[in-house]
């Protein structure tokens, strides 16, 4: 006998959470939506873009700068991944045309998705992914703090979580943007291109003025700390008015799926 | 042994020093007859342990004579580290990781919290090493006094 099979044999196949395909992530959960309300749009819009910033993120697997900054950005893509599987999950449950969050992270082209383009950026350097992150996550907070009240109780429970997670996250991105602005001449450099290239797909990011005051007061903060000022460029182009949320991405969007989506659309329907 | 002993008995598979409800993530269980209702919550939303702490709790009770076991998972209200109870706490400790202290709300703290015990010699001039560990609810600290390096339960 290997000592695999003497694992295997303890209790089956159960004991290998990822040797039997993944379980539900909203096994359990009653299922019903709540008529009349827009659950369906805004899960597969916040789950599209924590799925999107998530593979961004877990790019620095093995291209961070240190260890500890790997491991973190690798955490912190879990966390977003994980939102995005109850958003996903929420999303195919509402549309209730059979789709699985599987079939939504793999099988839709993309004009389907609906994250916004800020997600889908190329990874650049370091300080370009800090200052994503710290525009991510302080709006990605501000947004679903205000949906911890929303009527469907489910999406109302996964942002309540998810409000948890970004507070951190905003920390780590905040800790690095005032490391790097009140760092080195060269390091300040480098973070205030970074924001700049950054910053033209912000204004994208809000339909709520109170989200965006508090997001600007937030930035404001860490910006002022880290001797940085908010960067004066304008908005990134639309195409005919049209941006992520509306299935209008960069270049980069398509190339990003094809790497995400490859091995699930070559072996239909595998597990593994 | 009950149903509830039965599920209260199963180790998270990151912290085998806690049980799922020393953890608090054992949220209730209902016992029907041979039927049995377990409520459980993931800590965070991406944790990987959730379907393995799943399948063990199926499993432990399969063993135990129970063979109609549902797992359902609740997300509200959301877990935070102020459900690890007392005695989850003093074991963490005693296996050499420092629990974790009240769970605050915070504005935008830029990296100043209060500091981490040591939980070998108790000198609080320890060090953040990584904000993660080997799993995401974990740091890494180092004692500056007794040199000890140690995984810290961060507040959550």
Redesign the interface.
Known sequence: MTAYDAIVELNDHTHWAFGTGFDDPLAGIDTSVPPGTDTAEQCLALGDDALIMSHRLAEWCTNAPELEDEVALANLALDLLGQARLLLSRAAQARGNGETEDTLAYLRAEHEFHNVRLAELPRGDFAHEIARLLVFSTWRLAVLERLVDAPDPVLAAIAAKGVKELTYHREYAAGWTVRLGDGTDFSHGRMAAALEAVWPYVDELFDSREARDEFDAAIRQVLEEATLAVPDVSSAARVAGKAGRDGVHTEAMGYLLAEMQSVARAHPGATW | MSARDVAATVLDPELPVLTIADLGILRDVHEDGRRVTV?IT?T?????????I???I??RRHDAGFSDV???????????TDWITADGRRRLEEHGIAPPGPVRA??????RRSPVPCPRCGSSDTLK????GPT?CTA?YKCTDCAEPFEHV?A?
């Open positions: 409520d993931p965070y939303s991406g944790c990987p342990a959730m379907a393995a799943r399948a063990d199926t499993a549902n797992v359902r998972t609740v997300l509200h209200p959301p877990w935070t915070v504005p935008v703290t830029l990296g090493v990584s904000r993660f995401p890494l961060k959550f």
